[in-house]
Nanobody, 118 residues
Framework: QVHLVESGGGLVQPGGSLRLTCSAS????????MAWFRQTPGNERDLVGA????????YFAEDAKGRFTISKDNAKNTVYLHIVDLKPEDTAVYYC???????????WGQGTQVTVSS
């Protein structure tokens, strides 16, 4: 079974930046894409963007284009989400997961809280 651990969140002032990390472990880890999601209380988990595990191809939700980038280190089974010019509306718990089409591949991790506030 694959185990996902997200980290790197915290309290950041508007305009700041963060790099979130997703570390995966487990012998069956072999995703097509690794995706980042975010969730606010009372709302569904929304896709932020994803990266192909075999290439560096990425795609992003419309509201994540421009300020979010995704990178990876295949050797470490690790994916990163870089966010710049953070805004209060970016406040959420951020999760990662493997993805094929709209299907999630692995059990969810605990997520990492990002709070953007002055």
């Amino acid at each position: 079974q694959v185990h996902l651990v997200e980290s790197g969140g915290g309290l950041v002032q508007p305009g700041g930046s963060l790099r979130l990390t997703c570390s995966a472990s487990g012998r069956t880890f072999d995703p097509s894409f690794m995706a980042w999601f975010r969730q606010t209380p009372g709302n569904e988990r929304d896709l932020v963007g994803a990266i192909s595990w075999s290439t560096d191809s990425t795609y992003f939700a419309e509201d994540a284009k421009g300020r979010f980038t995704i990178s990876k280190d295949n050797a470490k089974n690790t994916v990163y989400l870089h966010i710049v010019d953070l805004k209060p509306e970016d406040t959420a718990v951020y999760y990662c997961n493997g993805r094929i089409g709209a299907n999630i591949l692995y059990p969810w991790g605990q997520g990492t809280q990002v709070t953007v506030s002055s």
